[in-house]
């Protein structure tokens, strides 16, 4: 099966940057994914990395490190609307499994 | 473009009736994923079918969940008897081609309270 850790929740200053973190233990890694789901909301995606690195989407940054079984999301410039839960999903076992998710709570 | 669409988007309804929930995955797409999320539990996959047949059903909790994609637009997921622990946010999303490497696009979801 596959294990996936995120931390529950944090809170962050507008403007400021956060790093989400997420830990896996899976086998036959193929690739690990990142949404964002607002409350009462469905999950949208944000970024996808396979390799090892950096990933650069705008305010948003994903890194991967399969080796140690990590990735972060980084967010860059909070804004109010980034008050969101953050998925981490990993694709091993050919299945994807997603995490419990991040709550990140901007506040002024 | 249209995304999944899934409906009802709310039901609540009694135990032991039956609950059948749609969607409409986006055009194109050769995937389907039914997934359920809980405060307790998160997003947990329940089916995926490919092309139309069902490929893994591992997550379906019990006898009492099925599902169908009788066509590539249409899939459904029954729950008979329903019992008040399957209140959950049941989503369906869709891909296209290997969904390793593809996002999924998740439909708004439907809100299922069992009293």
């Known amino acids: 099966g596959q294990n996936i850790d995120q931390p529950t929740e944090m809170t962050a200053t507008e403007g400021a940057i956060v790093q989400i973190n997420c830990t896996y233990q899976?086998?036959?890694?193929?690739?690990l994914f990142w949404y964002q789901q607002h409350a009462g909301e469905a999950p949208t995606f944000l970024s996808y990395?396979?390799?090892?690195g950096l990933e650069e989407k705008g305010r948003f940054s994903s890194f991967l490190s399969r080796s140690k079984g990590y990735s972060y999301l980084l967010l860059k410039e909070l804004q109010m609307k980034d008050s969101a839960s953050y998925l981490c999903?990993?694709?091993?076992?050919?299945?994807?499994?997603f995490g419990k998710g991040n709550q990140v709570v901007v506040i002024p | 473009d249209a995304g999944v669409i899934q409906s009802p988007r709310h039901e609540v309804t009694e135990m032991g009736q039956e609950v059948t929930l749609r969607c409409k995955p986006i055009s194109g797409h050769n995937s389907l994923f039914w997934y359920r999320q809980t405060m307790m539990r998160g997003l947990e996959l329940l089916i995926y079918?490919?092309?139309?047949?069902?490929?893994?059903d591992s997550g379906m909790p019990e006898d009492r969940f099925s599902a169908k994609m009788p066509n590539a637009s249409f899939s459904t997921l029954k729950i008979q008897p329903s019992e008040p622990r399957d209140s959950a946010v049941y989503f369906c999303?869709?891909?296209?081609?290997?969904?390793?490497?593809?996002?999924?696009?998740f439909g708004d979801g439907t809100r299922l309270s069992i009293l």
């Open positions: 079918f490919n092309n139309n047949v069902p490929i893994d």
């Open positions: 999903a990993v694709y091993g076992n050919n299945r994807l499994a």
């Open positions: 990395n396979v390799l090892d």
């Open positions: 999303a869709s891909t296209t081609g290997d969904s390793s490497n593809q996002p999924q696009h």
């Open positions: 899976t086998s036959g890694f193929n690739g």
